[in-house]
């Protein structure tokens, strides 16, 4: 306890002359060399694809059709998990303009099961590549694993405008991206009239790697000398390589006929393209600086979020076959809160 006493103390004893903006209301971030932040994020992953349909059948009298009705879509729910950013910026010689680098990381896995007993519901899996529907005389179940693995690495150049409360900070930089997501499928059904069971296992990963151009702003207002209200938003535009891959294997396992199985597997499929991603931040930050305003620290709390369109990217396959027969394409996107412990020096 000593040790952080003293060190706390020595960190903002006072050291050089007044600071020239010391009479504007607005003095922080009044950094001499630049600061250093780290982030202890606690964000949930968006990634929305359905796993199964259920479904009732409504029968038409005047034809005698069965129809799909009161459908609902299986998806996995998202928790919120933790996650980190370390960053730096730094004043460059030339007055007001700064570079900054940040780091990313978010890994997120969830599961979730569904299953159906009720006799009037039917099932249909969406990735059950033994495209069969599951009907109410069996136990149905839908178990779903989905593993995000999140990075982002961003440098930036910043020009910052001051005003009496108010500062304007524009900046433009280039962002690397890597996002591997997999989702792992497994449909299970049990028929008690013939003692058989049929297992579906299904493997679907989506790998992305992109760098490009990334630009946007950041707008702080200060209440009072030492509380502001932030906002970040940003935009990038980044020359990616999306690499897709679908696994499945299936088993049927009775008393008659023992055990059947089977596997498909398509080759890698790599995409290249231009993604485009969308960021916001919006919070709100306590300051604290030494009497001659030459360091000072900081801790603010923001929501943030984050869209990246069409970043997934599936295949059905038949089984027993390396063709695919459907694809299907979603956003990908994080949102949650985060923590900063900034240092200026």
């Known amino acids: 306890m000593r040790l952080v006493f003293v060190t706390f103390f020595f960190f903002f004893l006072p050291l050089c002359a007044s600071d020239p903006l010391e009479n504007i209301p607005y003095v922080f971030p009044n950094k001499k060399t630049g600061n250093g932040y780290v982030d202890v994020l606690y964000w949930k992953p968006y990634a929305p694809v359905p796993t199964g349909l259920e479904y009732t059948e409504t029968v038409l009298p005047e034809v005698d059709v069965a129809i799909p009705s009161a459908e609902k879509i299986q998806k996995v729910r998202p928790s919120f998990h933790p996650g980190f950013r370390v960053g730096f910026d730094w004043n460059m010689p030339i007055s007001y303009w700064n570079v900054g680098i940040e780091y990313t990381r978010l890994v997120a896995k969830d599961e979730q099961t569904f299953v159906i007993e009720d006799p009037d519901v039917r099932f249909q899996g969406i990735w059950d590549t033994l495209r069969i529907i599951l009907f109410s005389d069996k136990s149905i179940q839908n178990t779903t694993e989905q593993n995000s693995n999140f990075n982002t690495l961003d440098a930036d150049l910043i020009y910052d405008l001051y005003e009496k409360h108010f500062v ?21 059904s049990v028929d008690l009239n013939i003692n058989a069971t049929i297992e579906n296992r299904v493997r679907l990963t989506s ?35 999306n690499t897709f891959r679908s696994n499945s294997s299936f088993q049927l396992t009775n008393d008659i006929v023992g055990e059947i199985s089977g596997t498909s597997r398509s080759n890698a499929i790599r995409e290249l393209g231009v993604q485009s991603a969308f960021f916001l931040s919006l919070g709100t930050s306590f300051a604290y600086e030494s009497p001659c305003y030459d360091r000072y620290t900081s801790l603010g709390i923001a929501y943030e979020m984050s869209l990246w369109p069409d970043l997934l990217y599936f295949q059905r396959l038949q089984a027993g076959s390396d063709a695919p027969i459907e694809y299907y394409r979603n956003h990908y996107g994080s949102q949650g809160l985060t923590i900063r412990l900034l240092f200026g020096f």
């Not at 304007?168 to 997999?182: E, H, S, T, V, Y």
């Not at 790998?207 to 702003?217: C, E, S």
């Open 207 to 241: 790998n992305f790697r992109g760098i490009g151009l990334r630009g946007g702003f950041y707008s702080d207002y200060a209440a009072s000398k030492w509380w502001k209200f932030f906002t970040k938003t940003a935009f990038s535009l980044l020359v990616s390589r």
């Open 168 to 188: 304007f900070r524009p900046f433009i930089g280039l962002g690397a991206a890597l996002i591997k997501n997999d989702l792992y499928p497994t449909y299970r």
